[in-house]
């Protein structure tokens, strides 16, 4: 089975540009998270989805963010504009429910540069 | 004061030796613990979880939970250069709640 997808894996832009970052989560699950990790700060919970519904997005840091997910294969975070400290590897999770230790399983990562 | 803290190291144990890994949390309501383990470069993964006081052992690897003095820890016996990552404690406040707050990680660096 493949685990949990993110594109791109990449991203450089400039400032004020928006970003688009996509996730596709393991099929079945029905919890779906994004994180951003950075030296200073750590991994941060930016948001989650409970079969695609937000729960909480207490963690998201400002107006620029936005996130969505139409569906049970797909969400995405964007950024809009974006600023250089939004440089971080932006990583989305999934799990499900039911399991014994709830275990979130991540994706790849984004590695994001803003220039 | 941060809601789950970790000594950021770098901590650096022999090959064959035991490893410590300490985490401790600020919310008492606290009910689910895991360590994650995060190669650079990679994302993290889960290798243990613990809920109930004392220890909990798979291999290798022994959490210990003390809900009382707000402290979990995770050893590695054994320890093999392969270990050698960035572990995160992660703390769950509610059962059933899917939310985790994470640590900032200690980098585990296993010397041959």
């Known amino acids: 089975d493949a685990g949990v997808i993110q594109s791109p894996r990449h991203e450089v832009t400039e400032m004020g540009q928006e970003v688009t970052l996509r996730c596709k989560p393991i099929?079945?699950?029905?919890?779906l998270f994004w994180y951003r990790q950075t030296m200073m700060r750590g991994l941060e919970l930016l948001i989650y989805f409970n079969n695609n519904v937000p729960i909480d997005d207490s963690g998201m840091p400002e107006d620029r963010f936005s996130a969505k997910m139409p569906n049970a294969s797909f969400s995405t975070l964007k950024i809009q504009p974006s600023e250089p400290r939004d440089s971080a590897v932006y990583f989305c999770?999934?799990?499900?429910?039911?399991?014994?230790?709830?275990?979130?399983?991540f994706g790849p990562g984004t590695r994001l540069t803003v220039l | 004061q941060k809601e789950v803290e970790q000594n950021s190291g770098p901590l650096s144990v022999p090959e064959g030796a035991i490893a410590s890994l300490n985490c401790t949390y600020s919310d008492r309501g606290s009910q689910s613990f895991f360590w994650y383990r995060q190669y650079s470069g990679k994302s993290p993964e889960l290798i243990m979880s613990?809920?109930?006081?004392g220890d909990k052992e798979d291999g290798r690897f022994t959490a210990q939970l003390n809900k009382a003095s707000q402290y979990v820890s995770l050893l590695i016996r054994d320890s093999q250069p392969s270990d050698s990552a960035t572990y995160l404690c992660?703390?769950?406040?509610?059962?059933?709640?899917?939310?985790?707050?994470f640590g900032t990680g200690t980098r585990l660096t296993i010397i041959p």
């Open positions: 613990i809920y109930s006081n």
């Open positions: 999770a999934s799990s499900f429910t039911g399991t014994l230790n709830n275990e979130q399983f």
């Open positions: 099929s079945g699950h029905d919890y």
């Open positions: 992660a703390v769950n406040r509610d059962s059933g709640n899917e939310k985790l707050t």
